[in-house]
């Protein structure tokens, strides 16, 4: 089947697509009783290019040495040259009888297998190339597993001479490869992992010199050493094995995450794989010392199947953990025998045949597991709090329509999530969550017992849906509360903790208690290091970005931090113990540095998910806390009190003063920027004269006149973060909505429902989408009304022309008709389902391409397409979908019209594109900028992929009678090829209509930061007002 994950293989493979499609339509015209037109001489011009492509393919042959490409290459090349004569034959025929039905069949069968057999070719070269990447990676494994057995400096410079070719070709492919790439996380997965084997390749190096250094001196930190040095060559062997893993991919899910359990599970099966060879080498070996490098992998084995096994299916999980403890068992039976020196008995070798035997199917086992887990379809909740919240308002939206238990799962984490916030609060937040939490899950209980007694449509269950949906949101913005705090109180100052840590490091000998002090300073290190990381995990989790690779990137983030804190601290002993020893201290300066750089990522990482205003609202009531804290410490005549309060409070202006230059560097408007500057600049003024009078008042705290000077200008510095605070804040406030006029609503002149500007027809939104009482999917009364200020960039919500919202519906009578629209031009991306009610069909079983067209109709259908060309365009893409759901089951239209579907979708995707880079261009705010380019980036090569994949599957129409699809397909496919095709071609449809929502997304956000004097503008209105 085709594949597109190369820049290579997609330039070849769409022109291919482009010819075969245009004979799939002559085919269908021929079809309605036209005559075939003479294809001798564009049949003639393939034939020339097929038998080019078959010459190069046997020189590739004959020069290769890759056994599996010699092998798998010839069937490849047999099909596209069997291809070729099949379109030879056809134009024959077509040329001796226009009207012949075998020389069509035999026109669309060659066709086929010009496109399949070239897509197999490409992907057969690409393959082997793939291969000699990793058969360079493995070397770099290879060498890294004998990191920990080198204890002499002439082996760590033989080590070095092996493992620096081998790294630096590895550097040059893989770079090479990701240029390559077509989907952009791949590529960024590799960019990543490579740096990160750079960057720890002489820290490597250096760690390992310090331990063969202590080795041979027989002095102290042996240990602390070899955990450094083994830490590193893991971390090296970690990333090198991502980098194999994502070099063998060929496709992309825009819904995968990392912490994704079927994620997980690749990643763990790939390490697997990795140390088997290590460990059946082990188990070759009689004579192999227990605990060597073989034993070590072996056991690794072990562990990541364990992952697996608590990630998959209930059934496969007691397989896998049955075989672990077997194996396990066995292996300690044989490193004892062998610790005995009996590894050479009959009793030692049959086990070790035997585990080689069981890690085989151990393999295979696991490897099915995940298959399972894969085609077992289950929907996980999301992973942050406002993922799970949507996923919470789809059900309370639909509670009588079965999720699988996601909407009940999604509520269920969530109150887990603000539990787990909830302890680590003071009071009242504490207090406050945990009872939220109890309530959310209490409602939660009610509505799912109603749903079980067939009563989830019923009025009461719809009042709970309501009220569980108001508790939700109150719930969340709670949580978002209580992180803000936790945010304030965790990053206030990342790198005190660490100056003063390397302080005691380096504290000279015959310090007085300086081993005292070291002890200290490496616990308040560690803990706050931890706290710093579970803090950044809990942010991207609740924070207010759904930016999937932010909230990755934070999380490896906290991870990192949290895997480098012990591993600073043994250097740290190190250094400490051999002052003198320059390894040591170029050691303790990499990590440190190491350290250092991932503290301050993890918090700019951190200010990114959180709003800026709201950041120093919270910095600012901190910073009044201290201060009363100030003032009972003069009641108290309590100097230190003073002074570690007035430390926090400039700390926490300092903290404040970052966040607004941070603003500042992210916008491009230079009167946003020139009023932070202001703002920040008295700011930074105010925090001197506040330390300084803070001074005089711990000097003699019974000054009266000094504790007022200070009380005056600590008032100044509260007021400038608050002035900053406005300064930050001005630009995204949105206009507040006009209140209706009330008086205006007089029943009698008309029914409530009469058309009010954009899709002010309120009787089209009954059940929150969409669609009359009587359509498809009528989902009851709308559950969350939008909160007022639901304008973008100052534009008007919809109606906002009338000056009053619809009236309510007489007693007895009948609606009036809509108001027809105004007379004037009507914009070419407006919609037509902006006056008129419109169906969306509801997806039913095993439907997922309509699944993800409904998915994005849901997300869209809120806005007005007036004047906002990206909804206009992510509308028609969505009704494009459904259509194209039914014309790959087979449910009317012919190959023609599939085809045409998919090159319209493909149309309306570079409509998304475009207007998503024109709003980039015109975003002031560069992270807004940034994500908006990021998601939009991959839309254009997902639609080339849909018009390939749709042609493809247009030549298999009808081509073969249908069978029953095992794995509960769109479509009942007639062959292997065929499930295949359509497989492929439902991934793609997902992964469009996924990237399309993040675009409307991202691109509503950016629109509140665009330049004023553009002349651009996007209208974002809600097509039901707040107060209807």
Same mark, same amino acid.
């Given at each position: 089947? &085709?594949?597109?994950?190369?820049?290579?293989?997609?330039?070849?493979?769409?022109?291919?697509?482009?010819?075969?499609?245009?004979?799939?339509?002559?085919?269908?015209?021929?079809?309605?009783?036209?005559?075939?037109?003479?294809?001798?001489?564009?049949?003639?011009?393939?034939?020339?290019?097929? #038998?080019?492509?078959?010459?190069?393919?046997?020189?590739?042959?004959?020069?290769?040495?890759? &056994?599996?490409?010699?092998?798998?290459?010839?069937?490849?090349?047999?099909?596209?040259?069997?291809?070729?004569?099949?379109?030879?034959?056809?134009?024959?025929?077509?040329?001796?009888?226009?009207?012949?039905?075998?020389?069509?069949?035999?026109?669309?069968?060659?066709?086929?297998?010009?496109?399949?057999?070239?897509?197999?070719?490409?992907?057969?070269?690409?393959?082997?190339?793939?291969?000699?990447?990793?058969?360079?990676?493995?070397?770099?494994?290879?060498?890294?597993?004998?990191?920990?057995?080198?204890?002499?400096?002439?082996?760590?410079?033989?080590?070095?001479?092996?493992?620096?070719?081998?790294?630096?070709?590895?550097?040059?492919?893989?770079?090479? *490869?990701?240029?390559?790439?077509?989907?952009?996380?791949?590529?960024?997965?590799?960019?990543?992992?490579?740096?990160?084997?750079?960057?720890?390749?002489?820290?490597?190096?250096?760690?390992?010199?310090?331990?063969?250094?202590?080795?041979?001196?027989?002095?102290?930190?042996?240990?602390?050493?070899?955990?450094?040095?083994?830490?590193?060559?893991?971390?090296?062997?970690?990333?090198?094995?991502?980098?194999?893993?994502?070099?063998?991919?060929?496709?992309?899910?825009?819904?995968?995450?990392?912490?994704?359990?079927?994620?997980?599970?690749?990643?763990?099966?790939?390490?697997?794989?990795?140390?088997?060879?290590?460990?059946?080498?082990?188990?070759?070996?009689?004579?192999?010392?227990?605990?060597?490098?073989?034993?070590?992998?072996?056991?690794?084995?072990?562990?990541?199947?364990?992952?697996?096994?608590?990630?998959?299916?209930?059934?496969?999980?007691?397989?896998?953990?049955?075989?672990?403890?077997?194996?396990?068992?066995?292996?300690?039976?044989?490193?004892?025998?062998?610790?005995?020196?009996?590894?050479?008995?009959?009793?030692?070798?049959?086990?070790?045949?035997?585990?080689?035997?069981?890690?085989?199917?151990?393999?295979?086992?696991?490897?099915?597991?995940?298959?399972?887990?894969?085609?077992?379809?289950?929907?996980?909740?999301?992973?942050?709090?406002?993922?799970?919240?949507?996923?919470?308002?789809?059900?309370?939206?639909?509670?009588?329509?079965?999720?699988?238990?996601?909407?009940?799962?999604?509520?269920?984490?969530?109150?887990?999530?603000?539990?787990?916030?909830?302890?680590?609060?003071?009071?009242?937040?504490?207090?406050?969550?945990?009872?939220?939490?109890?309530?959310?899950?209490?409602?939660?209980?009610?509505?799912?017992?109603?749903?079980?007694?067939?009563?989830?449509?019923?009025?009461?269950?719809?009042?709970?849906?309501?009220?569980?949906?108001?508790?939700?949101?109150?719930?969340?913005?709670?949580?978002?509360?209580? =992180?803000?705090?936790?945010?304030?109180?965790?990053?206030?100052?990342?790198?005190?903790?660490?100056?003063?840590?390397?302080?005691?490091?380096?504290?000279?000998?015959?310090?007085?208690?300086?081993?005292?002090?070291?002890?200290?300073?490496?616990?308040?290190?560690?803990?706050?290091?931890?706290?710093?990381?579970?803090?950044?995990?809990?942010?991207?989790?609740?924070?207010?970005?759904?930016?999937?690779?932010?909230?990755?990137?934070?999380?490896?983030?906290?991870?990192?931090?949290?895997?480098?804190?012990?591993?600073?601290?043994?250097?740290?002993?190190?250094?400490?113990?051999?002052?003198?020893?320059?390894?040591?201290?170029?050691?303790?300066?990499?990590? *440190?540095?190491?350290?250092?750089?991932?503290?301050?990522?993890?918090?700019?990482?951190?200010?990114?998910?959180?709003?800026?205003?709201?950041?120093?609202?919270?910095?600012? #009531?901190?910073?009044?806390?201290?201060?009363?804290?100030?003032?009972?410490?003069?009641?108290?005549?309590?100097?230190?009190?003073?002074?570690?309060?007035?430390?926090?409070?400039?700390?926490?202006?300092?903290?404040?003063?970052?966040?607004?230059?941070?603003?500042?560097?992210?916008?491009?408007?230079?009167?946003?920027?020139?009023?932070?500057?202001?703002?920040?600049?008295?700011?930074?003024?105010?925090?001197?004269?506040?330390?300084?009078?803070?001074?005089?008042?711990?000097?003699?705290? *019974?000054?009266?006149?000094?504790?007022?000077?200070?009380?005056?200008?600590?008032?100044?510095?509260?007021?400038?973060?608050?002035?900053?605070?406005?300064?930050?804040?001005?630009?995204?406030?949105?206009?507040?909505?006009?209140?209706?006029? +009330?008086?205006? +609503?007089?029943?009698?002149?008309?029914?409530?429902?009469?058309?009010?500007?954009?899709?002010?027809?309120?009787?089209?939104?009954?059940?929150?989408?969409?669609?009359?009482?009587?359509?498809?999917?009528? +989902?009851?009364?709308?559950?969350?009304?939008?909160?007022?200020?639901?304008?973008?960039?100052?534009?008007?919500?919809?109606?906002?022309?009338?000056?009053?919202?619809?009236?309510?519906?007489?007693?007895?009578?009948?609606?009036?008709?809509?108001?027809?629209?105004?007379?004037?031009?009507?914009?070419?991306?407006?919609?037509?389902?902006?006056?008129?009610?419109?169906?969306? &069909?509801?997806?039913?079983?095993?439907?997922?391409?309509?699944?993800?067209?409904?998915?994005?109709?849901?997300?869209?259908?809120?806005?007005?397409?007036?004047?906002?060309?990206?909804?206009?365009?992510?509308?028609? +893409?969505?009704?494009?979908?459904?259509?194209?759901?039914?014309?790959?089951?087979?449910?009317?239209?012919?190959?023609?019209?599939?085809?045409?579907?998919?090159?319209?979708?493909?149309?309306?995707?570079?409509?998304?594109?475009?207007?998503?880079?024109?709003?980039?261009?015109?975003?002031?705010?560069?992270?807004?900028?940034?994500?908006?380019?990021?998601?939009? #980036?991959?839309?254009?090569?997902?639609?080339?992929?849909?018009?390939?994949?749709?042609?493809?599957?247009?030549?298999?129409?009808?081509?073969?009678?249908?069978? &029953?699809?095992?794995?509960?397909?769109?479509?009942?496919?007639?062959?292997?090829?065929?499930?295949?095709?359509?497989?492929?071609?439902?991934?793609?449809?997902?992964?469009?209509?996924?990237?399309?929502?993040?675009?409307?997304?991202?691109?509503?956000?950016?629109?509140?930061?665009?330049?004023?004097?553009?002349?651009?503008? =996007?209208?974002?209105?809600?097509?039901?007002?707040?107060?209807?």
């Amino acid at each position: 089947m &085709p594949v597109f994950h190369t820049k290579t293989i997609e330039s070849i493979l769409e022109p291919v697509a482009s010819q075969v499609s245009r004979l799939v339509i002559l085919h269908e015209e021929a079809e309605d009783g036209g005559a075939m037109p003479d294809l001798e001489k564009p049949v003639r011009a393939v034939s020339a290019a097929v #038998e080019n492509l078959v010459r190069v393919g046997h020189e590739t042959i004959n020069h290769s040495d890759d &056994p599996i490409l010699k092998q798998d290459m010839p069937s490849s090349l047999r099909r596209v040259t069997e291809a070729s004569k099949t379109l030879e034959k056809a134009s024959d025929m077509i040329k001796a009888d226009p009207y012949s039905k075998q020389a069509r069949r035999f026109l669309i069968d060659g066709a086929r297998g010009i496109l399949q057999g070239t897509s197999s070719l490409l992907l057969c070269f690409d393959e082997s190339e793939v291969r000699k990447i990793i058969r360079e990676c493995k070397k770099v494994l290879d060498y890294l597993a004998v990191a920990e057995v080198i204890e002499s400096m002439e082996d760590l410079v033989q080590f070095v001479k092996d493992l620096s070719p081998s790294l630096t070709k590895v550097s040059h492919e893989v770079d090479a *490869r990701q240029k390559e790439l077509t989907h952009q996380p791949h590529r960024e997965i590799l960019i990543r992992c490579l740096d990160s084997v750079k960057a720890l390749a002489p820290i490597l190096i250096c760690s390992m010199k310090i331990f063969i250094q202590i080795l041979q001196q027989g002095g102290k930190g042996i240990e602390e050493a070899a955990e450094n040095r083994n830490y590193l060559a893991q971390r090296m062997s970690d990333e090198i094995n991502e980098i194999v893993r994502v070099l063998q991919l060929t496709t992309y899910d825009e819904d995968e995450w990392d912490a994704d359990d079927i994620s997980v599970m690749r990643k763990a099966f790939s390490a697997m794989e990795s140390k088997m060879q290590t460990a059946q080498d082990w188990l070759a070996d009689p004579r192999a010392l227990k605990g060597g490098v073989g034993e070590k992998a072996l056991r690794q084995i072990l562990d990541h199947a364990l992952r697996v096994a608590d990630r998959c299916l209930p059934a496969d999980r007691d397989a896998i953990r049955k075989a672990v403890a077997d194996i396990s068992n066995m292996v300690d039976s044989l490193a004892e025998l062998r610790a005995e020196g009996k590894g050479t008995s009959p009793q030692a070798e049959a086990l070790a045949r035997g585990i080689a035997q069981r890690l085989t199917e151990l393999s295979r086992t696991v490897g099915k597991a995940i298959q399972n887990a894969e085609r077992s379809g289950i929907q996980q909740p999301a992973h942050t709090i406002l993922g799970k919240l949507d996923q919470a308002r789809r059900w309370l939206q639909a509670p009588w329509v079965d999720d699988k238990g996601l909407g009940q799962n999604a509520i269920k984490q969530i109150t887990e999530e603000g539990r787990r916030i909830a302890k680590q609060c003071p009071e009242p937040h504490r207090t406050d969550l945990a009872r939220l939490c109890d309530e959310v899950d209490q409602l939660s209980g009610q509505l799912a017992d109603l749903v079980r007694r067939g009563e989830g449509d019923s009025p009461q269950a719809k009042a709970i849906a309501q009220k569980l949906n108001e508790k939700l949101n109150e719930l969340k913005n709670l949580i978002q509360s209580a =992180l803000l705090q936790r945010v304030v109180e965790d990053f206030v100052d990342v790198g005190t903790p660490l100056k003063q840590f390397t302080d005691a490091v380096l504290a000279p000998e015959g310090t007085p208690n300086r081993e005292g002090n070291f002890h200290d300073k490496a616990r308040n290190l560690t803990e706050h290091a931890l706290r710093a990381a579970d803090t950044a995990r809990m942010v991207a989790a609740g924070g207010s970005n759904q930016n999937k690779r932010a909230v990755e990137g934070l999380v490896n983030a906290a991870n990192h931090i949290e895997s480098l804190t012990p591993q600073l601290v043994n250097a740290g002993k190190i250094r400490m113990e051999y002052p003198t020893n320059k390894a040591a201290d170029e050691h303790f300066e990499n990590l *440190r540095k190491q350290f250092q750089d991932g503290m301050n990522n993890m918090r700019n990482l951190v200010d990114d998910q959180l709003d800026g205003a709201g950041h120093l609202k919270a910095i600012e #009531e901190a910073m009044r806390r201290h201060g009363r804290l100030c003032d009972d410490a003069i009641v108290q005549n309590n100097p230190q009190k003073m002074v570690d309060n007035t430390s926090a409070i400039a700390r926490l202006a300092n903290r404040a003063l970052m966040v607004g230059k941070r603003e500042a560097d992210n916008s491009e408007d230079p009167h946003y920027v020139q009023k932070i500057n202001g703002a920040a600049d008295r700011l930074q003024g105010a925090i001197a004269p506040m330390v300084q009078d803070a001074k005089a008042v711990a000097a003699d705290t *019974r000054n009266q006149p000094a504790a007022n000077q200070w009380r005056s200008s600590n008032r100044n510095l509260l007021d400038a973060v608050g002035k900053l605070r406005e300064a930050v804040t001005h630009e995204a406030q949105p206009p507040v909505p006009p209140m209706p006029d +009330m008086s205006q +609503m007089n029943i009698g002149k008309h029914g409530y429902g009469g058309g009010h500007g954009d899709g002010a027809n309120t009787a089209g939104y009954r059940g929150g989408h969409v669609g009359g009482p009587n359509a498809v999917g009528h +989902m009851g009364p709308q559950i969350a009304p939008k909160p007022p200020g639901d304008f973008r960039g100052g534009y008007r919500s919809a109606g906002e022309d009338d000056q009053a919202p619809p009236r309510p519906q007489p007693p007895n009578a009948q609606p009036a008709p809509p108001r027809p629209p105004p007379p004037g031009h009507r914009s070419e991306y407006e919609t037509d389902d902006e006056d008129r009610d419109f169906d969306f &069909p509801m997806p039913g079983e095993n439907q997922p391409i309509l699944a993800a067209a409904y998915g994005l109709h849901q997300d869209v259908s809120q806005w007005s397409s007036k004047d906002n060309e990206i909804i206009a365009a992510a509308k028609r +893409m969505a009704l494009l979908m459904a259509r194209l759901s039914q014309l790959v089951r087979g449910e009317g239209g012919n190959k023609k019209d599939l085809i045409d579907c998919a090159k319209q979708i493909a149309a309306a995707s570079e409509d998304v594109t475009r207007a998503a880079k024109k709003l980039a261009r015109e975003c002031t705010d560069k992270r807004m900028r940034t994500a908006l380019l990021q998601v939009c #980036e991959r839309i254009p090569t997902i639609g080339t992929q849909l018009k390939i994949l749709s042609t493809v599957k247009a030549t298999m129409l009808g081509a073969q009678e249908p069978i &029953p699809s095992p794995d509960g397909s769109e479509i009942q496919c007639g062959s292997e090829e065929d499930q295949e095709a359509t497989e492929m071609l439902v991934g793609n449809a997902q992964n469009l209509m996924q990237s399309v929502k993040d675009v409307v997304r991202v691109a509503e956000g950016a629109s509140i930061k665009m330049r004023t004097d553009s002349g651009y503008k =996007l209208r974002w209105a809600r097509k039901r007002p707040w107060y209807t």
